[in-house]
């Protein structure tokens, strides 16, 4: 468009979405095409990548975001969407209180594995990464080790077995698997004890393997996690409670600071 109104109309540009009356289009395609022809999965993959996967990328896909669901109340980002359910807040202010948590330590691993896998794949040994990524970022290598699941996280293994299914008929090469397992066999014989692939390394695996940027990785698992959010901000709306905090109320934090009684004799 140009003229008086293109400064306006140019003020955002897309490719994603082009809407006129009666009429909306998803990267060019009717959406009346769209609707129960292609799957949920496979609409986040058209909006973000631009183009329909092939079925059996689709199935990885969906495998990746099924996987990371959910982990407990005990997760700090669930836990605070329950507890913001019994302060009163609906399920968009619930759901938004838990994703804004799912940041650089809880929830950001999936990016950062990506990230670290491409320095393997881009010709980093193993050892020299791990090193590296200690020095230069945490010692906690992403993807890997798990307060819960030793020695194995159960998603992971499932996970690496589709993952070599698709490789295995030409869908993806594999070698960000092959990847996962040789940092996986590092960490073992550093550590003398299992480091489990958790599963960021293992959603990580699967979207490097498909393509995602190491960004996009951290949206997609806070995608998928939201569902449990969701999921869990509804229970507790049915459950009820009132203003619940961490722990119960006849638990009592540990004070460090000084006490005036003490002071006083």
Not at 150 to 177: H, K, N, Q, S, Y
Not at 182 to 201: C, F, S
Request: with cysteine; proline share 7%; glycine share 12%.
């Amino acid at each position: 468009m140009s003229g008086p109104r293109s400064d306006v109309s140019d003020w955002w540009t897309t490719e994603i979405i082009d809407m006129a009356p009666g009429q909306i289009r998803m990267r060019g395609t009717p959406i009346e095409d769209l609707i129960g022809q292609v799957s949920f999965a496979q609409m986040i993959w058209l909006m973000v990548r631009g183009d329909l996967p092939s079925p059996a990328q689709a199935a990885l896909f969906e495998a990746a975001l099924v996987a990371a669901v959910d982990h407990g109340p005990q997760a700090p980002s669930i836990a605070a969407a329950r507890m913001a359910v019994t302060c009163g807040l609906g399920l968009n202010g619930a759901m938004a209180s838990a994703l804004n948590m799912l940041d650089d330590v809880h929830g950001g691993a999936g990016e950062q594995a990506v990230e670290f896998y491409g320095w393997i794949d881009a010709g980093t040994a193993v050892e020299d990464a791990i090193d590296r990524w200690q020095a230069e970022r945490t010692k906690y290598i992403p993807g890997f080790g798990h307060r819960f699941h030793t020695p194995e996280d159960p998603r992971a293994p499932r996970l690496l077995g589709l993952v070599a299914e698709v490789a295995r008929a030409g869908t993806v090469t594999g070698r960000f698997a092959q990847i996962g397992k040789e940092v996986q066999l590092v960490l073992n014989a550093r550590a003398g004890k299992p480091v489990p692939m958790n599963i960021d390394g293992a959603t990580a695996v699967i979207y490097a393997e498909l393509g995602f940027a190491g960004p996009l990785a951290r949206g997609l698992f806070c995608l998928s996690r939201s569902v449990g959010i969701l999921a869990h901000s509804w229970e507790q709306m049915q459950q009820g409670g009132r203003n619940k905090g961490p722990t119960p109320p006849g638990y009592r934090w540990t004070y460090t600071g000084p006490n005036p009684i003490d002071d006083a004799e």
